[in-house]
């Protein structure tokens, strides 16, 4: 079944402590993203990645680091969380397509908690 | 960017079809337009797009003005499944490929 995937699904940490988000996908997409989603705000892109060894900051990136070593992988590094970063997170990948137009696929979202 | 207006919430019957309306009047010639939704605790959830033509697929139908400036999915029979938030997004390939969410149409639908 094609999908993405994240771990955890939840997560309360402190502030300070570091951690990483993983998302995976099986579609061998090239293109992979996160969004953060908050309340009155929709869905804000942090960061992209065009391929393996590319990424780029998006709208929200301050406080987030990512890395693409493969494909089909695409983790998200809080080096040091602090409370502003509760949000619902949500990676997304899609095949890039030359007519312009694509789908992107979701995860099913991680519920982060930093107190 | 290309902005997209939509109502804030809408009703329907089970069973019934769903008119969910999206304004764009200042869409471009390369915008695409997207539709996803969201059904509560889960991720966005591709739906459609199009470009010019109106589209249809085993989830829905597009219908999109001649001027572009407005386009309509229809769901054809309204299920309680598919009260869901409801996103129409215009996109044009930059590389970077964002989807810019506004509030969406919260869809209610009644048994």
């Known amino acids: 079944e094609a999908q993405v995937t994240q771990n955890p699904r939840y997560l309360i940490t402190v502030t300070g402590k570091k951690l990483t988000v993983t998302c995976s996908q099986n579609?061998?997409?090239?293109?992979m993203s996160w969004y953060r989603q908050d309340p009155g705000l929709g869905l804000r892109q942090i960061y992209y990645?065009?391929?393996?060894?590319?990424?780029d900051k998006g709208d929200v990136p301050e406080g987030y680091k990512v890395s693409r070593k493969e494909k089909r992988n695409f983790p998200l590094i809080l080096e040091s969380p602090s409370p502003n970063q509760t949000s619902l997170y949500f990676c997304?990948?899609?095949?890039?397509?030359?007519?312009?137009?694509?789908?992107?696929?979701f995860g099913p979202g991680t519920r982060l908690t930093v107190t | 960017d290309a902005k997209t207006t939509q109502p804030n919430s809408m009703e329907s019957n089970e069973e019934e079809p769903v008119h969910l309306p999206c304004n764009h009047s200042?869409?471009?010639?390369?915008?695409?337009i997207h539709w996803y939704r969201q059904l509560p605790s889960q991720g966005p959830e591709y739906v459609i797009h199009?470009?010019?033509s109106n589209v249809n697929n085993r989830m829905a139908s597009l219908a999109i003005a001649e001027d572009r400036k407005s386009s309509t999915l229809i769901l054809h029979r309204a299920t309680l499944r598919d009260a869901a938030v409801y996103y129409c997004?215009?996109?044009?390939?930059?590389?970077?490929?964002?989807?810019?969410f506004g509030k969406g149409t919260r869809l209610s639908v009644i048994a």
């Open positions: 997304a990948s899609s095949s890039h397509r030359p007519d312009r137009s694509y789908e992107q696929y």
């Open positions: 579609m061998n997409h090239e293109y």
């Open positions: 990645s065009m391929n393996v060894e590319v990424t």
């Open positions: 200042t869409i471009s010639g390369t915008d695409y």
């Open positions: 199009g470009l010019t």
């Open positions: 997004i215009l996109t044009f390939f930059s590389g970077n490929t964002p989807l810019v």
